[in-house]
């Protein structure tokens, strides 16, 4: 129970923060308008498809460059969304009263998570409802459409918890960000290296949501987020109980 009283307690937390109105109202805003350009360049270029029998259709040259520039939008703005939730309370001197409350590390971890996660849930709304208001005069790759809105969603869950990991190494939430903004950079650009092939981009998340995008499932790339949040919401708990036990 503590959990969800936790992540609702972040929640209007998060809710009741300028940043985190300014960020919905910037990624709607931008999506937006290139949702819209990209929708009139595909109305534009109908004719020309149709006269090179292209199989190329709506879902691959609107959907998926929105989506595709959604995750980017979120990679610059997660780290500042997320960079208070455990710096702040140790800044402002209130980890020490939860750390003596009946919860457990993991619980709190958990709480803090599903908070960030359940706003990032509600911001990719007004994405959602973009893309799908296209059923409305076209044809979707529905299976496609469905791929590549779990991978985003999927992209945004493990930028959350890498911030929240970050987020407890600092007291100061502008380093928590920076310093997430950074891995998260690098982590991605690791998808230029090699041509998308090797070690390296197997790591990053571009590559993973690059496939799901073109609808292309594959065991790793499902096993590839759980993965990725489940260890850094692990080396959260290590390092708040780790400051638990030192204090």
Same mark, same amino acid.
């Given at each position: ?19 985190? $109105? ?10 937006? $308008? ?37 995750? $980017? ?164 708990? $290590? ?9």
């Amino acid at each position: 129970m503590m959990p969800s009283i936790i992540a609702a307690k972040e929640l209007r937390s998060l809710f009741a923060s300028p940043l985190a $109105w300014a960020a919905m109202v910037l990624v709607t805003v931008v999506v937006a $308008w290139v949702f819209l350009e990209l929708v009139s360049q595909h109305l534009d270029g109908q004719a020309e498809l149709v006269a090179l029998n292209s199989p190329t259709g709506v879902t691959d040259r609107v959907v998926m460059p929105t989506l595709n520039l959604t995750a $980017w939008l979120f990679l610059f703005i997660v780290p500042f969304l997320s960079m208070r939730l455990i710096a702040d309370e140790r800044r402002a001197g209130t980890l020490a009263l939860l750390f003596s409350s009946p919860v457990s590390m993991t619980g709190i971890v958990l709480g803090k998570y599903l908070g960030i996660l359940g706003m990032l849930t509600l911001a990719l709304m007004p994405v959602v409802c973009m893309v799908c208001s296209l059923y409305f005069g076209t044809t979707l790759d529905s299976g496609k459409l469905a791929s590549g809105l779990l991978g985003l969603w999927l992209t945004l869950a493990a930028f959350a918890a890498v911030g929240l990991f970050m987020s407890t190494l600092t007291g100061s939430p502008t380093a928590a960000a920076f310093a997430t903004l950074g891995l998260l950079l690098v982590a991605w650009l690791f998808s230029t290296t090699g041509d998308g092939i090797g070690p390296l981009s197997g790591l990053s998340p571009a590559t993973r949501l690059d496939r799901l995008l073109r609808g292309v499932f594959d065991s790793s790339d499902l096993l590839y987020y759980p993965i990725m949040i489940l260890a850094f919401l692990v080396l959260s708990i $290590w390092r708040l109980d780790s400051e638990r036990l030192q204090s």
